[in-house]
């Protein structure tokens, strides 16, 4: 079992913090969903002392450290 502990809901990462980094609710999904899905399918996160345990989470955390690139059209 992992050390990560599981945070529940949407508590963390704080969506204030995240709509710093992403200044739109709707772009912040796609992003994070995006990223997701190559967390999953690559099995790696660049966020090493992450606290969140799935895909998603990892995403939102790694743009919440700023580890994450996106461009919006």
Do not use: H, W
């Not at 963390?12 to 899905?37: G, N, Q, T, W």
């Amino acid at each position: 079992m992992s050390n990560k502990k599981n945070y529940d809901g949407m508590r963390y990462p704080s969506v204030d913090a995240l709509l710093e980094k992403i200044d739109s609710k709707y772009k912040l999904a796609y992003a994070a969903a995006k990223r997701a899905k190559i967390i999953e399918e690559e099995d790696f996160t660049s966020c090493e002392d992450g606290l969140c345990v799935k895909p998603v989470g990892q995403a939102l955390e790694e743009i919440l450290e700023g580890k994450t690139k996106m461009t919006f059209k």
